[in-house]
């Protein structure tokens, strides 16, 4: 059973300048989106970061919001919660489905976002993965969030050295060489 296996889990992403996050969920069973917002919140908290929250009909409209915030504000992260119970239809196979293709797609331009869409067979599932004391998903999605971030911040400082750019000395030896500049 899943509930017993040991899990590594990365240490707390750690920030010299300070993080600001979006959480948007989709509060459709109300109780569960709570238990994962306060795990994100906590999470948040945690490394001294902020967060606002916004709140959306369903699932498939959590990426729609994260990709208009994401035009229009200037978060770091962002991290994406709710919960889809497996009912009698296929609705619940497109809406995980492309929920989290969606939110994947985004993330592969560069977004930094932590899915904690809940995905479960039944309501006692989605309790326990919700439950901050338990196991936590929405905690665990700030934390990837927040990962992601640190790695952009790492990785982007890097950047602005890359590439080739003539500085004067390399400009002047040309010139001595040649006669004339030719940088």
Partial sequence: MAGHETHYTLPRAEFDKPVKLLIVVAPY???IADNLVAGARAEIEAVGGSWDLVEVPGALEVPTAIAMADRQSSFDGYVALGC???GETTHYDTVCNDSS????LMGL???CIGNGILTVENRPQAEVRADPAAMNKGGGAAAAALHLIALGR???ASRKDVGFRPNAEDILLAEDKNGSRTA
């Fill in 84 to 86: 889809v119970i497996r």
């Fill in 154 to 156: 790492k990785w982007g």
């Fill in 109 to 111: 331009q560069g977004l």
């Fill in 29 to 31: 069973y109300k109780d």
């Fill in 101 to 104: 293709r969606a939110i994947q």
